[in-house]
Nanobody, 121 residues
Framework: QVQLVESGGGLVQAGGSLRLSCAAS?????MGWFRQAPGKEREFVAG????????AYADSVKGQFTISRDNAKNTVYLQMNSLKPEDTAVYYC?????????????????WGQGTQVTVSS
């Protein structure tokens, strides 16, 4: 059973930064981040392949968030800068073993428990 464990969430003021981490119990081909704000659907944020040669971002976070991974640690990171109140959400780490749409949560086999990110104005 693959496990994903997120960390790094918290409360930050607008304009601040946070780095989320997600440690996987084993190698996963594609890892990514989704987020879900209250009353909204879960949405794709960023994703990265094992080699790091393919990276995708939601338009809403391009230039603001950076995804990276450390394969030696089976860990993926999400560096979030210039945070805004609208970035407030529960952030979920996700992983999948095959190819498919970045944005579809149904394509991901594994999920973390989520970590809360709250940005105050």
């Amino acid at each position: 059973q693959v496990q994903l464990v997120e960390s790094g969430g918290g409360l930050v003021q607008a304009g601040g930064s946070l780095r989320l981490s997600c440690a996987a119990s084993e190698r996963i081909y594609v890892m990514g981040w989704f987020r879900q704000a209250p009353g909204k659907e879960r949405e794709f944020v960023a994703g990265i392949t094992w080699s790091g040669d393919v990276i995708a971002y939601a338009d809403s976070v391009k230039g603001q968030f950076t995804i990276s991974r450390d394969n030696a640690k089976n860990t993926v990171y999400l560096q979030m800068n210039s945070l805004k109140p609208e970035d407030t959400a529960v952030y979920y780490c996700a992983g999948r073993t095959g190819v498919g749409s970045w944005h579809s949560s149904a394509m991901y086999n594994y999920w973390g428990q989520g970590t809360q990110v709250t940005v105050s104005s």
